[in-house]
């Protein structure tokens, strides 16, 4: 799971409450594989707090879903966004006799993704759920509209290899898409501090995490995974991790002006 790239850094040392034993710790930081592509999962206004179907905390992944997505673009890497796509009546529905409220019902605001999302404006939007006879957990049921490519052919043509999945939610369309990810016979990766789940049950997300590492897909989070920008990997130039900083700051700022706006109004 670990490639060559991977360095094991010393990042600091754990001290006893004496001060008598000091151990230090290292963690791995993990170059970003080759060929890899970024699916965000249903960042939607449904899925968001007050959403139809509102994911604890989905709100507080957006600043890391930007950086991640700056982060991958600036390393060259192609990103991928699924959507929730459905009909106003699907078995998908408790009307219809169904697990879930109504949600992502097709050109609705609760189906548009949340407006504070920064995606490029080349980004593939895969729709899935249109059919009224089928739940569509995973995004490798999802398919461009315009073309009608599903995203295992999309991921194909993109020759990508390794997927980094991030979004919503952990414990459905997050998990379901690993899996079929990994069934793909992709590596899978997924960025656990850019996910939430739902929890209906109180431990589903950490059977889902279980589930997960048993078929070998791996875990990351933005300040573990370092990604060099493209120009500087052709010359040959660390910056590793500069980026994330970059848009981090970058996210605040729209953030102070967005509240700044909102208080003169
Ligand atoms: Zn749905």
Redesign the pocket.
Known sequence: MYNEDSNLEPTGYVVSVDGACRVPIRRFTMALQPASGLLVVDMQNDFMPGGA?GVTGGDLILPRVNAYIAQFRMAGVPVFASR?W?PPETV?FRASGGP?PR??VQNTPGAEFHPRLRFPDDMLVVSK?MDPKE??YSAFQARDLATGRTLPELLRVEGVAHLYVAGLALDYCVRWSSLDAVREGLGVTVLIDATRAVNVNPHDAEETIETLVRVGVGFDTIETLWITCKACAEEGVETRGTGVAAAERELAELEDRARKVEASE
């Open positions: 179907l929730d459905h998908h879930w949600h992502c759920g739940d569509a």
